[in-house]
């Protein structure tokens, strides 16, 4: 049977997410723009879920917005925030490990814009508070970090950057598409302006996510409807809405369980690993569920192909460069871009789905193939 290990690219549906999507599909197909029955029934379902996912995330409802998943919410934040204060500067600082969908979000304001810059690189493994600290300016409108890094699981000082930055006008958008179904987070107990999260990342349906935002005040890119309060035109996605609520639910309840079952999933297979040649590319925070680990004089696409053949998946990395084996800008950010650990480091992410067997054949796979 095949092994599933590449939950940090996209995870299976729950099948809580697939119950409450199927009955909306088959119960509430109306508009929730539309006025007659139909539409108000859409609409009532529409409120709930965005009172929901307000209760879950600490906030009201009127600071969530839907979208279309990670890359929306982060184009949005970002764009749309810093287009609306130009006036005011256009310095922003931002990391050397955030996902492509920040970087190059930044980068088209750099080209098209104008705007600086500041790139903070991780030193011995870490982002600090104090880096972002040394770098603001007084022109400064916005900061972005992610929440856990989607190839080391590493974990960023959000409490520590959103305290530094009550002192500052800055904004602080935070990309928490790994974080958001993992850990309880409250983006406004955090000091966080804009949160951004993808449901297919805890186990709800793709094509769907969600921004918080603390203020109005930033500019919409999607134009041709009232919804979302003006900020995103289009008829909103509703099954899909409620399968990623009821998905956010259900892996929230459970997150203290869920995080112990995965922690145990990683302690065997590192501890079935022992005595093989490897190691850990990590920081000393991080989260349980991403694990990148590297074997020495192991080509990584070689590694990945031969366990593909025996049914286990994994990846080198970011799924957004899925059918080409790059180089990660992450590790290179870590340790450099002559570093072998580029060459040879693998992420394997795992889900409470995942179980005790599936990593006792996955180290025993990786043992017969490197030999260890």
Same mark, same amino acid.
């Given at each position: 049977s095949?092994i599933?290990?590449?939950n940090?690219?996209?995870?299976?549906?729950?099948?809580?997410?697939?119950?409450?999507?199927? $009955?909306?599909?088959?119960?509430?197909?109306?508009n =929730?723009s539309s006025? +007659?029955?139909?539409g108000?029934q *859409?609409?009532?379902? %529409?409120?709930?879920?965005?009172?929901?996912?307000?209760?879950l995330?600490?906030?009201?409802?009127?600071?969530?917005?839907?979208?279309?998943?990670?890359?929306e919410?982060?184009?949005?934040a970002?764009?749309?925030?810093?287009?609306?204060?130009?006036?005011?500067?256009?310095?922003i600082?931002?990391t050397?490990?955030?996902h492509?969908?920040?970087?190059?979000t930044?980068?088209?304001?750099?080209e098209?814009?104008?705007?600086?810059?500041t790139i903070?690189q991780p030193?011995?493994q870490?982002?600090?508070?104090?880096?972002?600290?040394?770098?603001?300016?007084?022109d400064?409108?916005l900061?972005?970090?992610?929440?856990?890094?989607n190839?080391?699981?590493n974990l960023?000082?959000i409490? $520590?950057?959103?305290?530094?930055?009550?002192?500052? =006008?800055a904004a602080? +958008?935070?990309d928490?598409?790994q *974080?958001?179904?993992? %850990?309880l987070?409250?983006?406004e107990?955090?000091?966080?302006d804009f949160?951004?999260?993808s449901a297919?990342?805890f186990h709800?349906?793709?094509g769907?996510?969600?921004?918080?935002?603390?203020?109005?005040?930033?500019?919409?890119?999607?134009?041709?409807?009232?919804?979302?309060?003006k900020?995103?035109?289009?008829?909103?996605?509703?099954?899909a809405?409620?399968?990623?609520v009821?998905?956010?639910?259900?892996?929230?309840?459970?997150?203290?369980?869920?995080?112990?079952?995965?922690?145990?999933?990683?302690?065997?297979?590192l501890?079935?690993?022992?005595g093989t040649n490897?190691y850990?590319?990590?920081?000393?925070?991080?989260?349980?569920y991403v694990?990148?680990?590297?074997?020495p004089?192991?080509?990584h696409d070689?590694?990945?192909?031969?366990l593909?053949?025996?049914g286990?998946?994994?990846?080198?990395g970011?799924?957004?460069?899925?059918?080409?084996?790059?180089?990660?800008h992450?590790?290179?950010a870590?340790y450099?871009?002559n570093?072998?650990?580029?060459k040879e480091?693998v992420?394997?992410?795992?889900s409470?789905?995942?179980?005790l067997?599936?990593?006792?054949?996955?180290?025993?796979?990786l043992?017969e193939?490197?030999?260890?």
């Open positions: 095949l599933y290990l590449d940090a690219a996209t995870t299976p549906m729950s099948a809580v997410a697939i119950k409450a999507m199927t $009955e909306v599909m088959k119960e509430t197909y109306g =929730p006025i +007659h029955g139909h108000r *859409a609409n009532k379902l %529409l409120r709930q879920a965005r009172q929901d996912l307000a209760q995330l600490g906030t009201k409802p009127q600071h969530i917005f839907f979208t279309s998943g990670g890359t919410g982060n184009n949005t970002i764009i749309g925030y810093c287009l609306r204060h130009q006036e005011r500067g256009k310095h600082i931002t050397a490990i955030e492509h969908a920040v970087l190059e930044i980068d088209y304001l750099v098209k814009f104008g705007f600086e810059v903070i030193v011995d870490e982002i600090t508070a104090k880096q972002i600290q040394d770098a603001l300016r007084k400064t409108i900061v972005s970090t992610m929440f856990a890094n190839e080391t699981g960023l000082p409490a $520590e950057i959103g305290q530094i930055l009550k002192e500052h =006008p602080y +958008h935070v928490a598409v *974080a958001i179904g993992k %850990l987070i409250h983006p107990e955090l000091g966080i949160l951004t999260a297919h990342k709800g349906p793709k769907i996510g969600f921004l918080y935002a603390s203020t109005l005040d930033f500019d919409s890119y999607l134009h041709g409807g009232d919804q979302e309060q900020k995103r035109a289009g008829t909103e996605n509703l099954p809405i409620v399968g990623m009821a998905a956010l639910k259900e892996d929230l309840e459970k997150h203290t369980e869920n995080i112990g079952l995965v922690q145990e999933l990683l302690d065997s297979f501890s079935e690993m022992d490897h850990l590319n990590k920081g000393n925070n991080h989260l349980p694990l990148n680990i590297g074997f004089g192991q080509k070689l590694l990945l192909l031969r593909d053949l025996v286990i998946s994994i990846s080198t970011s799924a957004c460069t899925a059918g080409i084996v790059q180089t990660s992450v590790l290179e870590m450099g871009k570093s072998d650990r580029l480091s992420r394997i992410s795992l409470p789905q995942n179980t067997e599936e990593m006792q054949i996955l180290a025993q796979s043992k193939i490197i030999g260890g």
